[in-house]
């Protein structure tokens, strides 16, 4: 039955999701009205700069407009993902109480917004990364990807958690765009990151890890196998985190 | 079918009940009256299993549908999908005969046909608050809890409430009727009067 239910609670929410008009919406115009911006506003002059997360000193020589891209397709998935984290959880709260006393667990309502959360990641990183092939071919197509899910489950995770701690819609919007902002849209720029003073503040933010896998894989063939359980470990901490908050304010008191 | 004694609670320095016996039997219709803040909703939010009493036994016999006072519904859902979803909920699996047959009885009852496949946000005031009310109805439970049921009603809903209120007391099913304010206490078989956490004698 816990099976069932589960399926049947994440198709419900996945339709909630899509009847709104505005995410559907948001999920195709943001991706590809960054691109254009990164389009019209980048110079194709070689820009050298620092990979942080390879052991051996590593020097890319890459053009300015495919680091941008690059680094906007992270900051992309990680705010789309972290609205739609954010999205599921405040706006059922209310209606999910009613569903816990009438049996649903609240790790199962948890568990179904995280499904739709990871459908919603997985077509995101798809679009964007075959939108990517239009501008340039990543060295390793498969590891672009997987930093673009990374991204998206940090950053859905950490939606997802803000959500859990406040009510409020305005102070979840400001806190994720405030995070989202200061790391994946400014911190995590591998040339802001090369120049940058304190390396080690920026290396403990959580768009860190999927951008580096995203660079590396870009542009390099080195491993990104390290990087990837920094940026695992990253969205199970803020998952865990969401659930328990998430469990104890909705159970049965 | 469902016996209270002795409850207690209380949110930080402030009782919010304070020993409270309440006992309803099979195919009766009571109610609870209060002011706002009276701790009316703190009950009911006890007896139907959200929230633990600090002190004092609670025992159920029966099944219990809760309609809360606020509309809680998916607004982005249909009406099927809403009590498919909470269908699910209960345990049940909507597509069996049973529950589909019940859930064709609950439409008509509630006059649901030409809506069940509208979204919630499209339907007016007076349907969705009807829809919160079917919700609670789905699992065919034997005492009905429903706090401030017919906000938004008008008057014509206010009197198929009422007729299915009877219907559904004379085949011995209970109803537990919470509201800051009752016109006819006559259809009553008691009505408590709650005032500072306590009833009234």
Known sequence: MRKIRLYISSGMVLRMILRKRIIP???IVIPSAFFYMVYLTTSERIMPFEVASIADKLILQVSERNSSFVFFAVATVGFLSSYIGLSLIQEMVDVNKRLIICGYHPIELMGSSFLVLLVVIIFVSTYISLSMLLFFTPVSFAGFFISMVMSGLTY????LLIGSVFKGELEGILLIVLLAN?????????LFYSGAQNKMIIQVLPAYYPSQM???????????????FGSIAYFCSFGALAATIYYQKMKKK | MLKAENIKKSFGKKTVLNRINLDIGPAQLKAIVG????????LVKIIVGYWKADEGKLSTKCSIGYCPQQTLVF???????????FAAAYGLQPDERINQEHFNYLMKLFKFEQYKNQKVIQLSGGTIQKLNLALALIHQPNLLILDEPYNGFDWETYHSFWEFISLYKDIGNSVLLVSHLITDKSLFDRVYQ???GKFDA
């Open chain 1, 25 to 27: 919406l948001l999920l």
């Open chain 1, 156 to 159: 859905g995770c950490y939606g």
């Open chain 1, 182 to 190: 200061i790391d994946a849209g400014w911190l995590q720029n591998p």
């Open chain 1, 214 to 228: 995203a660079i590396v894989s870009a542009f390099s063939s080195y491993s990104t196998t390290k990087i990837l």
């Open chain 2, 35 to 42: 002011e706002n803040g009276a701790g009316k909703s703190t």
């Open chain 2, 75 to 85: 607004k982005q859902l249909t009406i099927e999908e809403n009590y498919r979803y």
């Open chain 2, 194 to 196: 709650l005032n500072n």
